[in-house]
């Protein structure tokens, strides 16, 4: 996918992507997850198994992914939230593996300063574009990496890391009720980690994108139509 095609996409889905990462002494990436509201509700979509683990380490990083490199130390205490699962362990391919974690009213004004909550009854009612013959359409997953953590420096007893969201676009297979395969660009290969962990629970996305009269892109309609959560080599 052209670069110029692909920062257009992910501009427009980076402010409604989060990212959970451990907090503490050695933080990482251990997850991604959508905005996401339905009437009053709002919380975050993501995978079940990824619920599971953020419950076991407790106090997790939220990473607002449309904030560059600047610092960030917000948190979520797990343990005052309410979580909605579908899918048990092993959580093996075709199975449930979906969770809705619950976020309290003063959580959500505060994600909404910098964020985005996806409405979903708009996301799936919605018409798609009128016309598509002047349009591009990308199929994209945006989430954390674990792989690309960077290194954790250490000041006035502070722990600072530098994690990193990526895209990766492709075409879609085997798109079906329940499930469907991202298949990466094959000239991307080379670029992409060997593990997406991560990833998980982050959104799989169908983006329009148009050519504006200056040549550069911007996104006309997007939909969410998925969320990841395992990987295929």
Known sequence: MPEDVAEAVLDKVKH????????????????TGVLI???ELHGILTC?????????????GLVRLNRGLAQQSGTLNMDEVLSY????????????DIAFI?????LVGNIAKDCVFLDAEKNFSKPGPD????????HSVFGLVEEFTGATTRQDGRATTLLRGVLTSGVLRDFAALTATLECFEENLPDLPDS?????????WRVNVRKRD??????????LIGIASREDK
């Open 102 to 106: 619950h976020l309290p009213p003063h």
């Open 196 to 204: 997406f962990g991560g990833t998980s629970g982050g959104g799989l």
């Open 48 to 60: 079940a198994h990824v619920d599971k683990h953020l419950r076991e380490l407790k106090q997790v």
């Open 214 to 223: 200056d040549s550069s892109f911007e996104a006309v309609h997007h939909r």
């Open 37 to 39: 509201k339905h009437g």
């Open 85 to 96: 699962a579908a899918g048990k362990e092993p959580w093996t391919k075709g199975d449930d």
């Open 16 to 31: 409604i992507t989060i990212g959970f990462g451990r907090a503490g002494d050695t933080p990482a990436a251990k997850g």
């Open 131 to 138: 016309d598509r013959s002047s349009l591009i359409q990308a």
